[in-house]
């Protein structure tokens, strides 16, 4: 299983951005897929979920209104749009692939990261002026 993220850079405050994690090596549209990002000496935070479907979106506080997930089953791929970027915004950002297929999760279990089971390798998000 492959998942390959990539659309970040180095953006001013008030800018968008949008990542895209590819899927390759598993049957994509039957797993739930969620963003997360981790900051130098901060822990992996949950960023956004999406269930496999792609009818259901969660979002953790920090982004929630300024932010969309979406996904493509017969392109295997999700993206993240953050709008509105501010410096706190500045990490890796990890899209994850849910160990169990076809589940229905609650708010509080996309955030573990142990629903999890595949994690893409990063893609750096800069937020400075």
């Known amino acids: 299983v492959q998942l390959q993220a990539s659309g970040g850079g180095l953006v001013q405050p008030g800018a968008s951005l949008r990542l895209s994690c590819a899927a390759s090596?598993?049957?994509?549209?039957?797993?739930?897929m969620g963003w997360f990002r981790q900051a130098p000496g901060k822990e992996r935070d949950f960023v956004a979920g999406?269930?496999?479907?792609?009818?259901?979106?969660f979002y953790a506080d920090s982004v929630k209104g300024r932010s969309t997930t979406s996904r493509d089953n017969a392109a295997n791929t999700v993206t993240l749009l953050i709008n509105s970027l501010k410096p706190d915004d500045t990490a890796v950002y990890y899209c994850?692939?849910?160990?169990?297929?076809?589940?229905?999760?609650?708010?509080?279990?996309?955030?573990?990261?142990?629903?999890?089971?595949?994690w893409g390798q990063g893609t750096q998000v800069t937020v400075s002026s």
């Open positions: 999406i269930s496999w479907s792609g009818k259901y979106t």
């Open positions: 994850a692939s849910c160990r169990r297929p076809l589940a229905y999760y609650d708010k509080e279990t996309y955030s573990y990261t142990s629903t999890y089971e595949h």
């Open positions: 090596g598993l049957p994509f549209p039957r797993y739930c």
